[in-house]
C-alpha cells in the first residue's frame, strides 16, 4: 500500500557489489516506504539474489560503489548480524540445513538475541513455546516442526515456511524475500502468501524477489521492478508483471537499450 | 571470514603450566636393567616382573603400526625416561602430600581434597606415573568395592591382579600395549564385587609433568556378577616444546549381568598452534563382556594431544553382552586424531552402538576407524553405528574408515555417516537472523556432540561443554 508521508525504510544509489573478480550490481537505486510492496523480476543471473544478499550482509559479496541507508542509517556500517537486529529480514532462497540444532532452539536464540537489541524482554523456553505455537498456528506450520533439526530434512517447501515463521517471531521492518515461491506447490504457495500478507503492515515494507508472477497474484506489489546486468531497467506496477508473464523479459531490455 | 574461524578457533591451553615439584627419575632409555629397576623400586613380586620381561621380550620383535591416518617422526624409544615419581612417595594420609602438588591439583580443578570433593565422586590421582591419593577409600571399603592405585592393587589384592591383568589385553597385543606391560609404572585398580552397585562415581586424574619421562598406566576394572560401576577418567599435562609418549591400558571385565560405564574427557597438551610439542596419545582400551547380559559402554571427549591413537573396543563374549561407544573427538591446529572402536561380537544376541562425532578445524586431521565384526556363533547378532564428522573451515580434513565383517547370516549390521561444515554460508544465515557468529558456532557445535554429551555424568557433561567451548570459541566480538 502505498501511503502519502509514509517513512522511508530503505533507500538504495548506485549500489554496485562483486563476487570475486566479477562484477554483479552496476548501479540500482530503490526506494522502499513503510507499508510498500516491492516486487523485484528478472532473468535468471540478473543479480537479484546478489542484491538481497549485499543488503543482508553476506560476506562472500563485496560492494564496489553507492550507499544504503536503513531506517536513515548507513547499513554497511553494521556486521550481517546487527542488521538483522536493527529491523531487516532476509528470507534465503536456499536455507541452510543444521543437524542437532533444534528448530525449536534456533528460533528461541535468535528471537531472545533480537528481542534484547531492541530493549524488549526474553522470554523463557515456556514463553517462547507459547508464542512460537501462536504463530505457527497463524502460519498453518504443523507443531512438530519445534522439534526437528533446523531445515534438516525439510522438503523445499517445509524449509521455506519455516523462513516464514523466523520472519513472523522477528518481526522486521523491511523483509526480504529471495524466491520464497521457488520449491512451492499451489497449495504450499497460497500458505506461504497468506502467512505473508497476515505479516505485512502499514509500519513495515516487503522486497519480494522472484522469477515469476504468480506469487503477485496472491500478494499483490505496488511496484514492479525488473532488473537485468545488475540494473534496474525498468520499474511500473503490478500490470508489469502480468505483461512480463505474457510477453517474457526480452522487450524490456530491448525497450531499454 | 577465515580470519572470523581462525580467531573462534585460537584459544590457549589452560593446563600448560609445569609444577616444581622434586621426582625421583629414572635414567633415559629401555633395557632389561631399567625394567627391573622399575620392578625393584615399586617392591614387585617375581610373576609380575617376569610379566614384564615377557611382554618387553616380545615388544623388541614389534613393529610400531603404520596403518593409522597420522604423520610423526620415529620415536627414539632409548630418548625417553621410563619413570617418574614425585618425592616423597609414601603417603600415609593426605596432608603428607606435597603442597605444590595440592596446588598443581587445585589448578587443574581436581577435587582431591575429600572436603572440597564433589559430592559422590570418588578421585585417584596419577601424577606423572605414580598414583599419589586415593579419596574415599574407607568409605567405599564398607560396600566391599576395592578402589586404588595400581601398585597397592599387586600388594593388597595379587590374586585379582594375578587373574585379571593381561586377560583382556594380552602382553604381546600391540607395539604399545606390549611397551605398556613391560614398563607401566601405575594406574588405578578398580574392583566391585558380586551384586554391588557401587554408591559414588569413581574418578581418576592423570597428569604428565616431566618434560623427558613417558606416561604409561594401567587401570584394571572388574565387575563381579550384577555389579556396577560409573568410571570417569580425566587427563591433562604441561606445555612442552618436546612431545611427551603416553601409552596407558586399560582392561575392563564385566561377569554376568554387570555392567561398566567407562567415561573420559582427554584434554593432554595438543602442542602449540604451529604443531609444536604436545603428546603422543597411543592407548589401548578394551572391555571383555565375559558374562551373559553383561554391558560395557564406552564414552570418550578427545580433545587434546598432538596426536591420539585410540580405540576402547568391546568384546562382546556373553550371550546377550551389550558394547556401547560414544565419542567426540575435536582436533584443531595441527591436531590428529585416528580414533574409533571396534566392537568384537562373538556371543549370541550380543548388541553394538556406535555413536562417532569428529569436529576438525584448522590444518587438524580427524579419522574414525571402527571395525564391526561378527562371529559365526553370534547368532542375532546387532549393531548400529553411526559416523559423523563436523569441519570448521576449509584446511581441515575428516575421514571414516569403517570395517565390517560378518560371519553370521542372522546378524543386522547398520552404519550411517555424514559430513558437513560450518563454513560461511552457516554463519551468514544465523547471523542473518541476529546471531552472532560465535554464538552460532557454540550452538551448532552443541547440536552437534549432543547425543554423545547426554551419556557422560552430569558433572563430566558439564566440564566437557566448558572445554568446547575454550577450544572453539574465542575473541570474535
Given at each position: 500500500?502505498?501511503w502519502?508521508?509514509?517513512?522511508?525504510?530503505?533507500?538504495?544509489?548506485?549500489?554496485?557489489?562483486?563476487i570475486?573478480?566479477?562484477?554483479i550490481?552496476?548501479?540500482?537505486?530503490?526506494?522502499?516506504?513503510?507499508?510498500?510492496?516491492?516486487?523485484?523480476?528478472?532473468?535468471?543471473?540478473?543479480?537479484?539474489?546478489?542484491?538481497?544478499?549485499?543488503?543482508?550482509?553476506?560476506?562472500?559479496?563485496?560492494?564496489t560503489?553507492?550507499?544504503?541507508?536503513?531506517?536513515?542509517?548507513?547499513?554497511?556500517?553494521?556486521?550481517?548480524?546487527?542488521?538483522?537486529r536493527?529491523?531487516?529480514?532476509?528470507?534465503?532462497?536456499?536455507p541452510?540445513?543444521?543437524?542437532?540444532?533444534?528448530?525449536?532452539?534456533?528460533?528461541?536464540?535468535?528471537?531472545?538475541?533480537v528481542?534484547?537489541?531492541?530493549?524488549?524482554?526474553?522470554?523463557?523456553?515456556?514463553?517462547?513455546?507459547?508464542?512460537?505455537?501462536?504463530?505457527?498456528?497463524?502460519?498453518?506450520?504443523?507443531?512438530?516442526?519445534?522439534?526437528?533439526?533446523?531445515?534438516?530434512?525439510?522438503?523445499?517447501?517445509?524449509k521455506?515456511?519455516?523462513?516464514?515463521?523466523?520472519?513472523?517471531l522477528?518481526?522486521?521492518?523491511?523483509?526480504?524475500?529471495?524466491?520464497?515461491?521457488?520449491?512451492?506447490?499451489?497449495?504450499?504457495l497460497?500458505?506461504?502468501?497468506?502467512?505473508?500478507?497476515?505479516?505485512?503492515?502499514?509500519?513495515?515494507?516487503?522486497?519480494?524477489?522472484?522469477?515469476?508472477?504468480?506469487?503477485?497474484?496472491?500478494?499483490?506489489?505496488?511496484?514492479?521492478?525488473?532488473?537485468?546486468?545488475?540494473?534496474?531497467?525498468?520499474?511500473?506496477?503490478r500490470?508489469?508483471?502480468?505483461?512480463?508473464?505474457?510477453?517474457?523479459?526480452?522487450?524490456?531490455?530491448?525497450?531499454?537499450? | 571470514?577465515?580470519?572470523?574461524?581462525?580467531?573462534?578457533?585460537?584459544?590457549?591451553?589452560?593446563?600448560?603450566?609445569?609444577?616444581?615439584?622434586?621426582?625421583?627419575?629414572?635414567?633415559?632409555?629401555?633395557?632389561?636393567?631399567?625394567?627391573?629397576?622399575?620392578?625393584?623400586k615399586?617392591?614387585?613380586?617375581e610373576?609380575?616382573?617376569?610379566?614384564?620381561?615377557?611382554?618387553?621380550?616380545?615388544?623388541?620383535?614389534?613393529?610400531?603400526?603404520?596403518?593409522?591416518?597420522?604423520?610423526?617422526?620415529?620415536?627414539?624409544?632409548?630418548?625417553?625416561s621410563?619413570f617418574?615419581?614425585?618425592?616423597?612417595?609414601?603417603?600415609?594420609?593426605?596432608?603428607?602430600?606435597?603442597?605444590?602438588?595440592?596446588?598443581?591439583?587445585?589448578?587443574?580443578?581436581?577435587?582431591?581434597?575429600?572436603?572440597?570433593?564433589?559430592?559422590?565422586?570418588?578421585?585417584?590421582?596419577?601424577?606423572?606415573s605414580?598414583?599419589?591419593?586415593?579419596?574415599?577409600?574407607?568409605?567405599?571399603?564398607?560396600?566391599?568395592?576395592?578402589?586404588?592405585?595400581?601398585?597397592?592393587?599387586?600388594?593388597?589384592?595379587?590374586?585379582?591382579?594375578?587373574?585379571?591383568?593381561?586377560?583382556?589385553?594380552?602382553?604381546?597385543?600391540?607395539?604399545?600395549?606390549?611397551?605398556?606391560?613391560?614398563?607401566?609404572?601405575?594406574?588405578?585398580?578398580?574392583?566391585?564385587?558380586?551384586?554391588?552397585?557401587?554408591?559414588?562415581?569413581?574418578?581418576?586424574?592423570?597428569?604428565?609433568?616431566?618434560?623427558?619421562?613417558?606416561?604409561?598406566e594401567?587401570?584394571?576394572?572388574?565387575?563381579?556378577?550384577?555389579?556396577?560401576?560409573?568410571?570417569?577418567?580425566?587427563?591433562?599435562?604441561p606445555?612442552?616444546?618436546?612431545?611427551?609418549?603416553h601409552?596407558?591400558?586399560?582392561?575392563?571385565?564385566?561377569?554376568?549381568?554387570?555392567?561398566?560405564k567407562?567415561?573420559?574427557?582427554?584434554?593432554?597438551?595438543?602442542?602449540?598452534?604451529?604443531?609444536?610439542?604436545?603428546?603422543?596419545?597411543?592407548v589401548?582400551?578394551?572391555?571383555?563382556?565375559?558374562?551373559?547380559?553383561?554391558?560395557?559402554?564406552?564414552?570418550?571427549?578427545?580433545?587434546?594431544?598432538?596426536?591420539?591413537?585410540?580405540?576402547?573396543?568391546?568384546?562382546?563374549?556373553?550371550?546377550?553382552?551389550?558394547?556401547?561407544?560414544?565419542?567426540?573427538?575435536?582436533?584443531?591446529?595441527?591436531?590428529q586424531?585416528?580414533?574409533?572402536?571396534?566392537?568384537?561380537?562373538?556371543?549370541?544376541?550380543?548388541?553394538?552402538?556406535i555413536?562417532?562425532?569428529?569436529?576438525?578445524?584448522?590444518?587438524?586431521?580427524?579419522?574414525?576407524?571402527?571395525?564391526?565384526?561378527?562371529?559365526?556363533?553370534?547368532?542375532?547378532?546387532?549393531?548400529?553405528?553411526?559416523?559423523?564428522?563436523?569441519?570448521?573451515?576449509?584446511?581441515c580434513?575428516?575421514n571414516?574408515?569403517?570395517y565390517?565383517?560378518?560371519?553370521?547370516?542372522?546378524?543386522?549390521?547398520?552404519?550411517?555417516?555424514?559430513?558437513?561444515?560450518?563454513?560461511?554460508?552457516?554463519l551468514?544465515?544465523?547471523?542473518?537472523?541476529?546471531?552472532?557468529?560465535?554464538?552460532?558456532?557454540?550452538?551448532?557445535?552443541?547440536?552437534?556432540?549432543?547425543?554423545?554429551?547426554?551419556q557422560?555424568?552430569?558433572?563430566?557433561?558439564?566440564?566437557?561443554?566448558?572445554?568446547?567451548?575454550?577450544?572453539?570459541?574465542?575473541?570474535?566480538g
Amino acid at each position: 500500500m502505498i501511503w502519502e508521508n509514509a517513512s522511508v525504510l530503505l533507500k538504495v544509489r548506485g549500489l554496485a557489489a562483486k563476487i570475486g573478480a566479477s562484477n554483479i550490481l552496476k548501479g540500482i537505486d530503490l526506494t522502499v516506504r513503510a507499508g510498500e510492496v516491492h516486487a523485484i523480476m528478472g532473468p535468471n543471473g540478473s543479480g537479484k539474489s546478489t542484491f538481497a544478499k549485499v543488503l543482508s550482509g553476506h560476506p562472500s559479496y563485496e560492494v564496489t560503489g553507492g550507499e544504503v541507508l536503513f531506517e536513515g542509517r548507513n547499513l554497511f556500517e553494521l556486521a550481517p548480524e546487527e542488521r538483522a537486529r536493527a529491523g531487516l529480514f532476509l528470507g534465503l532462497q536456499y536455507p541452510i540445513e543444521v543437524p542437532g540444532v533444534t528448530n525449536s532452539a534456533f528460533l528461541r536464540l535468535a528471537y531472545n538475541t533480537v528481542q534484547g537489541a531492541r530493549g524488549k524482554e526474553e522470554l523463557d523456553p515456556l514463553e517462547f513455546d507459547d508464542l512460537v505455537r501462536e504463530q505457527m498456528k497463524l502460519l498453518d506450520i504443523d507443531p512438530s516442526f519445534l522439534g526437528r533439526s533446523l531445515n534438516a530434512g525439510f522438503s523445499g517447501g517445509e524449509k521455506k515456511r519455516n523462513e516464514i515463521l523466523q520472519m513472523a517471531l522477528l518481526e522486521p521492518k523491511l523483509a526480504v524475500l529471495d524466491e520464497t515461491d521457488s520449491c512451492l506447490d499451489i497449495d504450499a504457495l497460497r500458505v506461504v502468501a497468506n502467512g505473508i500478507n497476515k505479516l505485512h503492515t502499514p509500519d513495515n515494507g516487503m522486497v519480494l524477489v522472484t522469477h515469476y508472477q504468480r506469487m503477485l497474484n496472491y500478494i499483490v506489489p505496488d511496484y514492479v521492478h525488473v532488473m537485468e546486468g545488475g540494473r534496474i531497467i525498468r520499474t511500473g506496477d503490478r500490470s508489469l508483471a502480468l505483461e512480463l508473464e505474457a510477453r517474457g523479459y526480452d522487450w524490456v531490455g530491448k525497450e531499454a537499450a | 571470514m577465515s580470519a572470523v574461524i581462525q580467531n573462534l578457533v585460537n584459544q590457549p591451553y589452560k593446563h600448560g603450566f609445569v609444577s616444581d615439584i622434586e621426582s625421583d627419575v629414572v635414567p633415559k632409555g629401555l633395557s632389561e636393567d631399567v625394567i627391573r629397576l622399575i620392578s625393584a623400586k615399586k617392591g614387585e613380586p617375581e610373576w609380575l616382573l617376569e610379566f614384564r620381561l615377557k611382554a618387553y621380550r616380545h615388544w623388541l620383535t614389534m613393529q610400531e603400526p603404520t596403518w593409522p591416518n597420522v604423520k610423526y617422526p620415529k620415536i627414539d624409544f632409548q630418548d625417553i625416561s621410563y619413570f617418574s615419581a614425585p618425592k616423597p612417595k609414601k603417603l600415609a594420609s593426605m596432608d603428607e602430600v606435597d603442597p605444590e602438588l595440592l596446588r598443581t591439583f587445585e589448578k587443574l580443578g581436581v577435587p582431591m581434597h575429600e572436603r572440597k570433593t564433589l559430592a559422590g565422586v570418588a578421585v585417584d590421582v596419577i601424577f606423572d606415573s605414580v598414583s599419589v591419593a586415593t579419596t574415599y577409600k574407607k568409605k567405599l571399603a564398607e560396600v566391599g568395592v576395592i578402589f586404588c592405585s595400581f601398585s597397592e592393587a599387586v600388594k593388597d589384592h595379587p590374586e585379582l591382579v594375578k587373574k585379571y591383568l593381561g586377560s583382556v589385553v594380552p602382553t604381546g597385543d600391540n607395539f604399545y600395549a606390549a611397551l605398556n606391560s613391560a614398563v607401566f609404572t601405575d594406574g588405578s585398580f578398580c574392583y566391585i564385587p558380586r551384586g554391588v552397585r557401587c554408591p559414588m562415581d569413581l574418578s581418576t586424574y592423570f597428569r604428565i609433568n616431566t618434560q623427558e619421562s613417558g606416561q604409561f598406566e594401567r587401570t584394571l576394572i572388574i565387575a563381579e556378577e550384577g555389579a556396577y560401576v560409573s568410571y570417569l577418567e580425566g587427563c591433562t599435562a604441561p606445555k612442552f616444546d618436546t612431545n611427551q609418549l603416553h601409552a596407558a591400558v586399560v582392561e575392563l571385565i564385566a561377569l554376568d549381568d554387570a555392567e561398566i560405564k567407562y567415561s573420559t574427557v582427554q584434554n593432554w597438551y595438543a602442542g602449540d598452534e604451529n604443531g609444536k610439542g604436545g603428546i603422543y596419545n597411543f592407548v589401548t582400551k578394551r572391555g571383555l563382556c565375559k558374562g551373559t547380559n553383561s554391558k560395557i559402554s564406552w564414552t570418550q571427549v578427545e580433545t587434546g594431544s598432538a596426536i591420539t591413537w585410540k580405540y576402547p573396543s568391546c568384546v562382546l563374549l556373553g550371550d546377550n553382552s551389550a558394547g556401547e561407544f560414544y565419542s567426540v573427538a575435536l582436533t584443531n591446529h595441527h591436531q590428529q586424531a585416528d580414533t574409533g572402536t571396534k566392537m568384537i561380537h562373538i556371543g549370541r544376541n550380543t548388541r553394538s552402538k556406535i555413536i562417532s562425532k569428529g569436529i576438525s578445524a584448522g590444518v587438524s586431521n580427524n579419522s574414525y576407524r571402527g571395525l564391526v565384526k561378527i562371529g559365526a556363533r553370534a547368532e542375532g547378532a546387532r549393531n548400529f553405528s553411526q559416523c559423523d564428522s563436523m569441519l570448521i573451515g576449509d584446511r581441515c580434513g575428516a575421514n571414516t574408515f569403517p570395517y565390517i565383517q560378518v560371519n553370521n547370516n542372522s546378524a543386522k549390521v547398520e552404519h550411517e555417516a555424514s559430513t558437513s561444515k560450518i563454513g560461511e554460508d552457516q554463519l551468514f544465515y544465523f547471523a542473518s537472523r541476529g546471531i552472532a557468529n560465535e554464538d552460532a558456532v557454540s550452538m551448532i557445535i552443541n547440536g552437534f556432540v549432543q547425543d554423545v554429551f547426554v551419556q557422560l555424568p552430569m558433572e563430566f557433561a558439564v566440564e566437557a561443554t566448558k572445554l568446547l567451548g575454550l577450544k572453539l570459541e574465542g575473541s570474535v566480538g
